[in-house]
């Protein structure tokens, strides 16, 4: 199973990214995916997460609004687009697959990317 984060970078507050997360050696469909992110010194925390038929979204509380979770069952790829950032968004940000119906712990989540850099700038 691999799970690979693109769309990382440095964008000045206000401004917005997409994150995509391609996925392989699983059945794309039938599983749950969820972005985290963990801040240096902070624990990792969910972003959002959403359903294996995309049927069904959760987010955080200060993500809502502001960011979207999506996927593209055709491609194998999840996104996250990440509109009105902040500084305080400034985070590694990494997808990760559930066998759930859907998760919303990091324990609850089998595989996981490596991570993509994203920095905002005030």
């Known amino acids: 199973v691999q799970l690979v984060e693109s769309g990382g970078g440095l964008v000045q507050a206000g401004g917005s990214l997409r994150l995509s997360c391609a996925a392989s050696g699983i059945t794309f469909s039938t599983w749950a995916m969820g972005w985290f992110r963990q801040a240096p010194g902070k624990e990792r925390e969910l972003v959002a997460a959403?359903?294996?038929?995309?049927?069904?979204?959760i987010y955080a509380d200060s993500m809502k609004g502001r960011f979207t979770i999506s996927r593209d069952g055709a491609k194998n790829i999840l996104y996250l687009q990440m509109n009105s950032l902040r500084p305080d968004d400034t985070a590694v940000y990494y997808c990760?697959?559930?066998?759930?119906?859907?998760?919303?712990?990091?324990?609850?989540?089998?595989?996981w990317g490596q991570g993509t850099q994203v920095t905002v700038s005030s």
């Open positions: 990760a697959a559930t066998s759930l119906w859907i998760g919303t712990q990091s324990s609850q989540y089998n595989y």
């Open positions: 959403i359903t294996g038929d995309g049927s069904s979204t």
